[in-house]
């Protein structure tokens, strides 16, 4: 019975290692849009949420057989209530990729852009998502304190494009494309921002997976 258990465990860890790979591509995809304005690379990135959405359901599917089936204790129900929490972040972050693509097609100005942050701020919630699977996949403790910590960047970073678009729109010589750009700008900043925040809870699942403490 421990051997199927231990089978089954291992498909659990597979499919999540396999998920994380997708969000992170996902994510990849939508930045390489928007910084090369690649419609076909937007679509790309808009496409891959359903496969990320299929892949949620098939982890949360063999989650429940095990709770149901195997009827788990201690660190192994932890690691499956783990896995059951992680996949609703993986599946968010899928969204707010998504939703960056989707704005990708309407930001036009390159040489505003330039003058953001905002690939910095990208830049930064995608080493927060590699190295949040990174942890999980290395069961490495130091690894999701770091993803958890470097959270604070990606928020310095937030406020930062936030003051670069407020400079913008106080200028008083923007038309109302600009001022559009401005919005679409901020709101993708938003979706960064909130990638880094489900890349968090994604490290402090894996820190309870491990110690059986969850830092809030």
Not at 82 to 106: H, V
Not at 159 to 180: A, P, R
Request: hydrophobic share 40%; net charge negative.
């Amino acid at each position: 019975m421990r051997n199927r258990f231990d089978r089954q465990l291992s498909t659990l860890n597979d499919e999540l290692i396999e998920m994380g790979s997708m969000i992170e591509k996902s994510i990849e995809t939508a930045i390489k849009a928007l910084v090369n304005q690649d419609v076909d690379l937007a679509r790309h990135a808009i496409e891959a949420d359903e496969e990320i959405d299929r892949q949620e359901r098939i982890i949360e599917d063999l989650c429940l057989k095990l709770l149901l089936q195997q009827q788990p204790v201690a660190k192994d129900l932890r690691l499956i209530s783990s896995a059951l929490k992680m996949i609703t972040d993986m599946e968010r972050i899928g969204d707010q990729a998504s939703d960056i693509a989707e704005i990708c097609g309407f930001v036009d100005d390159r040489e505003a852009k330039s003058r953001l942050h905002i690939r910095d701020m990208a830049d930064a919630t995608m080493r927060m998502v590699t190295q949040s699977i990174d942890s999980y996949v290395k069961r490495d403790l130091n690894i999701a304190k770091e993803v958890v910590q470097y959270d604070d960047v990606v928020d310095e970073l937030f406020g930062k494009v936030k003051q670069e678009l407020i400079g913008m729109l106080g200028s008083g010589n923007i038309d109302e494309k600009q001022g559009e750009f401005c919005i679409d700008m901020l709101m993708i900043a938003k979706y960064f921002e909130r990638i880094g925040d489900h890349a968090t809870n994604i490290a402090e699942w894996v820190e309870y997976s491990i110690t059986g403490t969850h830092l809030e």
